[in-house]
């Protein structure tokens, strides 16, 4: 049976922890570190931190922040948001990331994947997709926190990352983010179905039954974000729901 | 000051030869009381007092840049002496004879046994996903009673690690297995021991204060 990690995923602009709707409409929340370490001390199984607005200003905070949780958050840490090239990943990799979400700039050249996977091993190569219902069982990638269409099919690009060497896909549902109504499931079991690596499910965790559902649609990885940040339900609650509905999770 | 922790016996070098990150693995070190120093060279690998072999991507790549930076031997060497050694994740699976990985590669030979696919076929007649990435529980073989003076002795069999791995080591001498760990129904190695060596599959410094119990216990070794 495999097991299903729990992530907790933390948008942050500038020196904050912020939450947006649909991935837009910024709400400041607190100091991402201190979120950070403590999720770390109720066991998360991994932490993200996407930068949203990297693209727009220079990434010293990002890097600052993810090196000061490196000191004491002994679980993966994935970083994403503005990253180019394999200098910005090995920079990364310096301040102590563990993996790399990479959107936009994989979407303009592909090969990137394939270089940071040669260089630095796919364990640490994440293709982040921000994904679109377009209605019918059919997905657009998007870039930009979901500002800017590519014209590519999801399940397509999902495909093509693999090839290139991708280790994991985090699949963000634009539609559903920030809505607390549950995760795109049928997204989650098309891009799953297509790929033979895990895909971190995002986007709209309301409720413990919602990822219960994540899981049964082929999600390997669940990331939570405001349902962990407003407290609205401990990651004990959920763990303990998790394997109450027969999930198998890591036990502490 | 480097002379004081070599007396408390804290000291850990660290190769770095390119793959892996070597930093990360350097503040577990230092949170699990120790210090880490990250070395380069054949001389510094003989004068280590516990070395460290990181190691993550493609085992050729790791074992060419091995090679290709003039280590092995010292490596071999330093194994032989007896001081304590430490692989983690490909600097495990290059303890042993050869690996699967895209053709054939030679490890060090320190270990009997070679590096193969896990199967992605489980038990229950499903096809699951390989890579693996994620956590596992560390399960004791039948060959051992007790994890009593080895790295894993604070542990408590099922505690759990993080792995992200494909491959996985294959050793011919049971007696060598010192973790084992399910993956779709089936039991594969996922810790290795010999004498004063040591390998995890998993990456003890990103598996929270089961890792650090690992890494600390390896401190006093």
């Known amino acids: 049976m495999r097991t299903t990690r729990l992530i907790a995923r933390l948008d942050i602009k500038g020196a904050s922890l912020i939450k947006g709707i649909n991935l837009e409409g910024v709400r400041k929340i607190g100091d991402p570190q201190e979120y950070a370490r403590a999720y770390y001390g109720d066991h998360i199984d991994e932490i993200i931190y996407m930068d949203i607005v990297a693209s727009l200003y220079d990434r010293s905070m990002i890097t600052d922040i993810v090196s000061h949780t490196a000191d004491n958050v002994f679980v993966p840490i994935t970083v994403g948001g503005g990253i180019r090239s394999v200098d910005d990943v090995s920079a990364m990799l310096r301040a102590g990331a563990d993996k790399l979400a990479i959107n936009s700039a994989a979407i303009a050249r592909p090969e990137l994947i394939r270089d940071v996977a040669t260089q630095f091993g796919s364990q640490c190569m994440v293709v982040s997709i921000e994904a679109k219902s377009m209605g019918a069982g059919k997905w657009q990638a998007y870039t930009d926190c979901g500002r800017e269409p590519t014209g590519r099919d999801v399940v397509e690009w999902a495909r093509q990352a693999v090839d290139l060497g991708a280790g994991e896909i985090l699949l963000t549902s634009i539609d559903q983010e920030g809505t607390r109504r549950g995760f795109d499931l049928a997204l989650i079991s098309a891009v799953s179905s297509a790929v033979t690596i895990p895909v971190i499910a995002s986007g709209g965790m309301g409720a413990t039954a919602d990822l219960v559902k994540a899981v049964g649609a082929g999600a390997d990885a669940i990331a939570m974000a405001d349902i962990l940040h407003y407290k609205r339900v401990s990651l004990a609650e959920i763990r303990a729901g998790a394997i109450s509905a027969g999930i198998r999770v890591r036990e502490v | ?221």
């Open chain 2, 1 to 221: 000051m480097l002379g004081r922790f070599k007396e408390l016996g804290l000291l850990v070098s660290i190769i770095d030869y390119g793959v892996g990150n070597v930093l990360s693995i350097a503040r577990a070190v230092s949170a699990a009381g120790g210090r880490a120093v990250l070395i380069k060279t054949a001389q510094e690998i003989s004068g280590a007092d516990r070395l460290l072999l990181p190691g993550v991507g493609a085992f050729g790549h790791c074992a060419n840049n091995l090679r290709r930076h003039g280590l092995e031997q010292a490596i071999k060497d330093f194994a032989h002496s007896g001081r304590p050694f430490l692989g983690i994740c490909v600097g495990m699976q290059l303890m042993l004879d050869e690996s699967a990985e895209f053709g054939r590669h030679p490890g060090l030979g320190l270990i009997p046994g070679r590096v193969e696919r896990i199967p992605n076929l489980g038990a229950d007649g499903l096809i699951h996903k390989v890579p693996y990435v994620g956590w596992n529980q560390l399960l004791r073989p039948k060959s051992r009673h007790s994890w009593q003076g080895t790295v894993l002795e604070k542990l408590r069999e099922g505690d759990w690690a993080y792995f992200t791995h494909s491959y996985a080591a294959m050793p011919i001498d049971e007696s060598h297995i010192l973790s084992e760990s399910d993956y779709f129904g089936f039991r594969r190695t996922t810790a290795i021991s010999r004498d004063n060596l040591y390998g995890c599959q998993f990456h003890p410094e990103k598996s929270g204060s089961v890792g650090l119990e690992i890494i600390s216990r390896f401190l006093t070794m």
